[in-house]
């Protein structure tokens, strides 16, 4: 059943996109004018993410004034990361704040870097190693039952060039943890270049599905890059990714397989704009979603 009510949100990260592939943090803006431009741009929220230097306070009354909610951020452990204190300590924070601003879940996701192996060989679970998998399974338990004690239960994010990034790696994941502690907050582009067949996974675990990441991609480009065993960075320079409605994923179709029972937000994400104009691309992202939820659900006449 389409997905008619549910709200939807952005995570600006097309204004970060770099000249190679990646996320250049230093061509942020001014937080203040990014949220003005999301808001400009048709979107009523945004993902969740209390900038450095600001007190909660002063980033909650800032989205007022603007006018715009909060979304499900995201929590990410390094690439080879272990349990620390310190990192429980920043996953119990991020928790309180989660709950503080309202949110009951986050997204929690494995670390990359530009040289991580799943980087330059990306989406094809390059050099798979069961031990490896159940060291950041367990890892991800961890941080999970230090957030839920915090009152947020965070939803396992598969991404291309981690350690989980397979659909079988994201089976495994899912299936050793109690889904009391770990829901699933699925990317429809990063599963879908790493080749998982996204509608059954979403079928399998509808229950646990908390929130989406919807994004966009050229499955041409993205099988061609398999193929060619292309590095991540070239991947997205040869024009992976794009805005909703701009790619060749069926979109909607995936979408439509989330669960009559689905009750989360719907958060898009641009890695790379088709639409050079970050802020054209964020108006053109919130046209599309606006489109998908307000469509009449099917076996409805009535025109709306």
């Known amino acids: 059943m389409p997905v008619t ?14 000249d190679d592939g990646w996320l250049d943090f230093s061509r942020e803006l001014d937080r203040r ?36 909610a909060c979304a499900p951020g995201f929590f990410s452990v390094g ?3 272990h349990p620390s204190d310190e990192l429980l300590a920043r996953a119990a924070a991020v928790a309180r704040t989660h709950a503080e601003l309202g ?12 040289d991580a192996p799943r980087v330059l060989h990306p989406a094809q679970g390059y050099q798979f190693d069961p031990a490896r998998l159940e060291r950041v399974t367990q890892l991800v338990e961890t941080v999970a039952r230090t957030m839920v004690a915090e009152g947020v239960r965070p939803a396992l994010h598969p991404h291309v060039g981690t350690w989980i990034e397979t659909e079988d790696e994201t089976r495994a994941v899912l299936e050793a943890i109690d889904s009391k502690l770990l829901a699933f907050g699925p990317d429809t582009g990063h599963l879908v270049w790493a080749g998982a067949d996204l509608r059954e996974l979403i079928s399998d675990y509808a229950d646990r599905v908390a929130s989406v990441h919807v994004k966009d991609c050229r499955l041409s480009v993205a099988d061609r ?9 070239a991947a997205v320079m040869a024009g992976l990714w794009a805005e909703p409605g701009r790619g060749e994923l069926e979109l909607e179709a995936i979408l439509d ?3 009559a029972t ?41 025109g709306r």
């Open 5 to 18: 009510t549910h709200p939807f949100a952005l995570n600006p990260i097309q204004w970060l996109a770099s």
């Open 33 to 68: 004018r990014l949220l003005e431009e999301i808001k400009h741009a048709g979107f009523d929220a945004v993902m969740a993410e209390v900038p450095d230097g600001w007190s909660l306070g002063q980033y909650e009354a800032v989205l007022q004034e603007i006018g715009l």
């Open 79 to 81: 690439l080879d990361e």
């Open 103 to 114: 949110l009951n879940e986050i997204f929690l996701g494995t670390g990359m870097s530009r």
């Open 225 to 233: 890059a398999r193929s060619e065993d292309l590095g991540y960075r």
């Open 257 to 259: 397989s989330l669960p």
């Open 262 to 302: 689905f009750d989360g937000w719907l958060i898009v994400e641009v890695d790379r704009p088709d639409i050079d104009d970050p802020v054209e691309s964020a108006r053109a992202s919130a046209a599309w979603m606006r489109r998908y939820v307000e469509r009449a659900p099917v076996g409805d006449t009535s």
